[in-house]
């Protein structure tokens, strides 16, 4: 039973939006929601996370539903540093963290 | 600060062979972590230790060990090397207090 479903693949025209839906739907009610993206073949950078409020950072936007089933990262305007891996991470118990395989994401110029 | 740094970079075993992967942060953080990542997939937690003396097992902790006898170092053994341990390896940190883990570069295995 996957704990994050997210999209194998994406594509985005450079200074659009990227939104990367994540689907989180076994969330316990007091777990955050994590994400972190990959560059190339690079440790994991962290992005943003949240319980269930909305969050912006100067990377990026959080949006996750009312239900907090799943939500979705924004990126506002996306550069071509944007390309990258995204994950979608909750935390399994104690201090796991469940990655999954993660979206790819493609800047298009 | 140098954050989380890893040695060494890329490593070549023979099947059978032990080695250690060294991880050290001069952050001063409580949780450090080792993760696998094979092609195509997801990162995985090997083990992890929420402060010098503690260590448990993550998700696939079978065929290494870990100690941590102080706070900044967090290395990882390869008892005998399999075919099957050939991956990246990252190591993380965090503060207790913070929600946010630092990686380091990793470390490319390849056990022939």
């Known amino acids: 039973d996957a704990k994050t479903t997210q999209p194998t693949s994406m594509d985005c025209a450079e200074g659009r939006a990227a939104n990367l839906p994540c689907n989180h739907s076994?969330?316990?009610?007091?777990?955050?929601v994590y994400w972190y993206r990959q560059i190339h073949s690079q440790g994991p950078q962290y992005i943003i996370h949240g319980l269930k409020n909305n969050e912006t950072n100067e990377m990026a936007s959080l949006i996750i539903t009312e239900d907090r089933k799943s939500s979705t990262l924004i990126l506002p305007h996306a550069t071509l540093r944007d390309t990258a891996v995204y994950y979608c991470?909750?935390?399994?118990?104690?201090?796991?963290?469940?990655f999954g395989t993660g979206t790819s994401l493609t800047v298009i110029p | 600060n140098a954050g989380v740094t890893q040695t060494p970079k890329f490593q070549v075993l023979k099947t059978g062979q032990s080695m250690t992967l060294q991880c050290a942060q001069d952050?001063?953080?409580?949780?450090m972590s080792w993760y696998r990542q094979d092609p195509g997939m997801g990162l995985r937690l090997i083990h992890y230790?929420?402060?010098?003396?503690?260590?448990d097992q993550g998700e696939v902790p079978n065929g290494y060990n870990v100690s941590r006898s102080t706070t900044e170092d967090f290395p990882l053994r390869l008892l005998s090397a399999a075919p099957s341990q050939t991956s990246v390896y990252f190591c993380a940190s965090r503060a207790g207090a913070s929600y946010e883990q630092y990686f380091g570069p990793g470390t490319r295995l390849t056990v022939t």
């Open positions: 230790s929420v402060g010098a003396g503690i260590t």
């Open positions: 991470i909750v935390r399994v118990g104690g201090n796991q963290f469940y």
């Open positions: 952050m001063n953080h409580e949780y």
């Open positions: 076994t969330i316990s009610g007091n777990e955050y």
